[in-house]
């Protein structure tokens, strides 16, 4: 019989990725002891199977559609990516899949790492193993989400790709179909399509990206039919096998699909199913239910941290709250207020649900920060839509011959700031922070024109936004 070893510490962290480490590094910071527990690698599914890889993969297709724009460069990027070393810089990216330099990592800043299965087994407490490890003040549960699958029958035996295949396949798949119409789905045709494969996107809604403004999803299936996507929207899937390789799709109008390869994208699950949360009252794989200090309603111990709470299914989110949580469990474990007078950890913060920043890496690119202008109209605010054409922008036309995009802001009309703000086409990723920080900053109109944009570039769509609402 194993003999039971108990080891106390104060603050106990489930899930060692990008949030769980920020976390563990903010209560290091603080002075409190800190246990890690992680039963896969070590910086969790942004470093392996998510933002690292996927933007790995995308960056050279991004780069190839750019140069493609621009005369004395088209004709030298006609010919096909080179597959093999597009793979093999993902592989680096994610460290073939090693996760040293992050054990390294969490030994630097001095918490402890265990390795295993963690479960909550009481209030306070965490099981790994025959390690039994008590926390004096917090247990932060940062387990994250796992890819969701449809009640198909025989699903399981078709060997489906989940985000996970799809950013870390060794090779690209002749032929793969793509379920979905949200950013994995989108981003992953991007990369897929570019590096060899021939994609159909089947989307079941009427298009892609719907929880952006309208123009994002449209400008995104319009480009990806042009790279040679075949995107079907208002399509079910009713059935899928696979023979002797081959997997056969049915549709829900009853049209045959065959293809080497079937990517789900269709959702995200709390991995919460098998962490313990019933022997504290709380339901198995469920999403924990957070204050605005992150900590689970009901408890005074209890924290859940990123994807696990359901606020936004994004890892700079994530981080952002592992900063604020550690801020909250430093203060609690002092015995002092919650940090609200300090601009630097304000756990008030975390309140301002509406200024969640987003970039889809697809081409051409799509940024939004804020509500949408339905989001803003369902929220009972008074608001005006402003619209922009980027391509009337003279960076626009240096940035590449033919630039196709749009810009919009949602301008609350009682107190003339912005409550949401989009933005489509090449380039546009490095855009949204100067968004993010009007919508979160709540900068007046009248101030914001006096933000002068620099000539020429991208960013001068901010001049003609604000001309527009001027103007109108």
Not at 16 to 34: I, K, S
Not at 202 to 207: A, D, M, S
Not at 221 to 235: H, I, K, P, W
Request: hydrophobic fraction near 45%.
């Amino acid at each position: 019989m194993t003999e039971t070893e108990t080891n106390l510490y104060d603050v106990v962290v489930l899930g060692a990725g990008p949030v769980g480490e920020n976390v563990a590094d903010r209560t290091r910071a603080a002075g409190l002891t800190t246990a890690v527990v992680e039963s896969e690698l070590v910086g969790g599914e942004c470093s392996y199977w998510a933002c690292m890889p996927s933007k790995a993969l995308l960056r050279p297709v991004i780069a190839r559609a750019d140069a493609r724009r621009l005369p004395g460069l088209r004709d030298a990027v006609q010919g096909p990516l080179d597959a093999a070393a597009v793979l093999a810089r993902r592989n680096w990216f994610t460290g073939d899949w090693t996760d040293d330099g992050q054990v390294d990592w969490i030994k630097s800043i001095g918490a402890d790492l265990y390795r295993g299965h963690g479960r909550l087994t009481g209030p306070r407490t965490v099981t790994v193993g025959d390690k039994v490890l008590t926390a004096r003040h917090a247990v932060v549960v940062a387990t994250g989400t796992r890819a969701a699958l449809p009640d198909l029958p025989g699903l399981a035996e078709v060997r489906p790709w989940t985000s996970r295949e799809a950013t870390s396949a060794q090779s690209a798949p002749g032929r793969l179909v793509v379920v979905g119409g949200g950013v994995v789905a989108t981003e992953m045709a991007t990369a897929w399509q570019a590096l060899g494969s021939q994609v159909t996107l089947l989307v079941r809604g009427k298009g892609l990206l719907d929880r952006m403004e309208p123009f994002a999803g449209e400008l995104v299936a319009e480009a990806l039919t042009e790279a040679g996507a075949d995107v079907r929207t208002g399509t079910s899937v009713a059935s899928v096998t696979r023979s002797d390789g081959t997997v056969v799709v049915v549709t829900d109008t009853g049209e045959r699909i065959e293809a080497d390869e079937i990517l789900f994208a269709v959702g995200r699950a709390p991995r919460t199913e098998d962490i313990g949360l019933d022997t504290v009252g709380l339901a198995p794989g469920s999403w924990l239910t957070v204050d605005d200090s992150l900590r689970v309603t009901g408890t005074d111990w209890l924290y859940g941290v990123g994807d696990v709470n359901h606020r936004a299914l994004l890892t700079h989110q994530g981080k952002y709250q592992a900063r604020i949580a550690g801020a909250a469990i430093a203060a609690r474990a002092a015995g002092t207020d919650l940090p609200e007078s300090d601009p630097w950890s304000a756990h008030a913060a975390t309140a301002d649900h509406e200024s969640v920043p987003q970039v889809v890496f697809t081409d051409p690119e799509a940024a939004a920060v804020g509500l949408s202008l339905a989001e803003a109209e369902q929220a009972g605010h008074r608001v005006r839509a402003v619209d922009v054409d980027m391509s009337s922008v003279a960076g626009a036309g240096l940035y590449a011959e033919g630039y196709k995009g749009r810009a919009r802001m949602v301008v609350d009309l009682e107190r003339e700031i912005l409550r949401g703000v989009t933005f489509v086409g090449p380039g546009v990723g490095e855009l949204i922070h100067s968004a993010t920080i009007a919508v979160a900053g709540q900068v007046p109109l009248a101030r914001l024109w006096h933000a002068v944009p620099s000539y020429p570039t991208l960013s001068e769509v901010w001049l003609r936004l604000l001309e527009a609402y001027r103007d109108n």
